[in-house]
């Protein structure tokens, strides 16, 4: 059974209740996933919370260098990737293995822009400071994604919010959850 991953580590729901995926093109049970519930998101969204700090104070060069490595990862186990979004989804094996590679591309672009930050210099009011002046967005927010194809879009904002130094919550779309747990960066 897949497991949800929160804190860094993988859990089931409070509630002990599952969902069956089954493949549509056959009817086959591919796998279950854990049937998150309101207790579940909380628990989530609080330790989303509690951790937004220590990310936030993550220099942009370690952030980059952890996208990176979620791409690694992704491109390392892209066949396995893949082949559970045709089995859960019933898309086309090209089509997915391209849109897992779009995903690791993705990954890899808001990484090399980890190094690119920069902010505005401005006075600090002492004879020779300065200090950076730099756009911070919202803290921390939660995502939902509905329907097919979704996964590289959440992706998108999901690794430039972390590039960014803000944390969140994740809740995939009903009709991939199998691969989104599985390829969680």
Same mark, same amino acid.
Not at 2 to 10: D, K, T, Y
Not at 16 to 28: F, H, K, L, R, S
Not at 92 to 104: G, N, S, T, V, Y
Not at 164 to 174: H, I
């Given at each position: 059974?897949?497991?949800?991953?929160?804190?860094?580590?993988?859990?089931?729901?409070?509630?002990?209740?599952?969902?069956?995926?089954?493949?549509?093109?056959?009817?086959?049970?591919?796998?279950?996933? =854990?049937?998150?519930?309101?207790?579940?998101?909380?628990? #989530?969204?609080?330790?989303?919370?509690?951790? &937004?700090?220590?990310?936030?104070?993550?220099? &942009?060069?370690?952030?980059?260098?952890?996208?990176?490595?979620?791409? +690694?990862?992704?491109?390392?186990?892209?066949?396995?990737?893949?082949?559970?979004?045709?089995?859960?989804?019933?898309?086309?094996?090209?089509?997915?293995?391209?849109?897992?590679?779009?995903? #690791? +591309?993705?990954?890899? +672009?808001?990484?090399?822009?980890?190094?690119?930050?920069?902010?505005?210099?401005? =006075?600090?009011?002492? /004879?020779?400071?300065?200090?950076?002046?730099?756009? %911070?967005?919202?803290?921390?927010?939660? /995502?939902?994604?509905?329907?097919?194809?979704?996964?590289?879009?959440?992706?998108?904002?999901? /690794?430039?919010?972390? %590039? /960014?130094?803000?944390?969140?919550?994740?809740? =995939?779309?009903?009709?991939? =959850?199998?691969?989104?747990?599985?390829?969680?960066?």
């Amino acid at each position: 059974m897949a497991q949800m991953f929160v804190n860094g580590e993988s859990v089931d729901s409070i509630s002990g209740e599952v969902t069956e995926i089954y493949n549509p093109a056959n009817g086959d049970l591919v796998d279950t996933v =854990p049937k998150g519930t309101k207790d579940d998101a909380r628990q #989530a969204i609080d330790v989303a919370y509690d951790v &937004f700090q220590a990310w936030w104070d993550t220099p &942009f060069s370690k952030r980059g260098e952890i996208l990176f490595n979620a791409s +690694h990862l992704i491109r390392e186990n892209e066949k396995e990737l893949a082949t559970l979004l045709t089995k859960e989804q019933g898309k086309p094996l090209r089509e997915a293995f391209l849109e897992i590679q779009r995903f #690791a +591309h993705t990954l890899d +672009h808001y990484a090399g822009l980890a190094k690119n930050i920069r902010g505005g210099y401005v =006075p600090r009011g002492e /004879e020779r400071r300065k200090g950076l002046r730099m756009k %911070r967005k919202g803290g921390w927010g939660g /995502e939902r994604s509905k329907g097919k194809g979704k996964g590289e879009r959440r992706g998108k904002k999901r /690794e430039k919010g972390r %590039r /960014e130094g803000r944390g969140g919550v994740v809740k =995939p779309a009903r009709t991939t =959850p199998l691969t989104a747990t599985k390829g969680r960066g």
